[in-house]
């Protein structure tokens, strides 16, 4: 079992930056792939960034050079790192890791919110 706790959300202006960090604990965070994800208001969940086991990382095109998600094994922790905040990054941010074969994770946290508004 897994649990991860997101932090570091809130009320960003446009152009802002924000870091939101997810906590592991349980089996050992640099056993699983783990992705970040968002669900802006209204809308469907979807994909941020993904970082594999031995730290390929891949980014959605929509935050491509606005984002950079990292993770640190010995910690147990992750990072995502937004830059530019638009208001249509507004949106609850969860962490998840153990991805599956196809493309579904396991284990979620909770969420951040991350509101950018002027």
């Known amino acids: 079992q897994v649990r991860l706790v997101e932090s570091g959300g809130g009320l960003r202006k446009p152009g802002d930056s924000l870091s939101i960090s997810c906590a592991s604990s349980?089996?050992?965070?640099?056993?699983?792939?783990m992705g970040w994800f968002r669900q802006p208001p209204g809308k469907e969940r979807e994909l941020v960034a993904e970082?594999?086991?031995?730290?390929?990382?891949h980014y959605a095109d929509s935050v491509y050079g606005r984002v950079a998600a990292s993770r640190d094994n010995a910690r147990n922790l992750a990072y995502l790192h937004m830059s530019n905040l638009k208001p249509e990054d507004s949106a609850v941010y969860y962490c998840?890791?153990?991805?599956?074969?196809?493309?579904?994770?396991?284990?979620w946290g909770q969420g951040t919110q991350v509101i950018v508004s002027s």
């Open positions: 970082i594999s086991r031995d730290g390929g990382i």
């Open positions: 998840a890791v153990d991805r599956a074969s196809d493309g579904s994770y396991v284990y």
């Open positions: 349980g089996r050992p965070f640099s056993l699983f792939d």
